[in-house]
């Protein structure tokens, strides 16, 4: 059975910092590329952080770039997302994507989400 289970979200005051989990299983971790993403109330999905399936690059949303960290361990199967200089503005449920293409059919899986929540 596949699961992606996100953790470490909560409340945190601004300008401080959060450390998300995805632990992933029932699929091999190492052949997925990984995505970070976040919904905003009234918002649309935003991407906000990929690695690839061996780490060995990312992207990162502007709005997000030199204050997030994303990272993956392939021997524990765990991505992760390191925010440090929360905003407001980064409030959102985030949510952890496992990609591949396979014979020219994308494969996705999603995890069920955890909140995170900047405010004094």
């Known amino acids: 059975q596949v699961q992606l289970v996100e953790s470490g979200g909560g409340l945190v005051q601004p300008g401080g910092s959060l450390r998300l989990s995805c632990a992933a299983s029932?699929?091999?971790?190492?052949?997925?590329?990984m995505k970070w993403y976040r919904q905003a109330p009234g918002k649309e999905r935003e991407l906000v952080a990929d690695i690839t399936s061996g780490g060995s690059s990312t992207n990162y949303a502007d709005s997000v770039k030199g204050r997030f960290t994303i990272s993956r361990d392939n021997a524990k199967n765990t991505v992760y997302l390191q925010m440090n200089n929360l905003e407001p503005e980064d409030t959102a449920v985030y949510s952890c994507?496992?990609?591949?293409?396979?014979?020219?059919?994308?494969?996705?899986?999603w995890g069920q989400g955890t909140q995170v929540t900047v405010s004094s």
């Open positions: 029932g699929f091999t971790f190492s052949s997925y590329a």
């Open positions: 994507n496992a990609v591949r293409f396979r014979n020219g059919r994308r494969i996705d899986y």
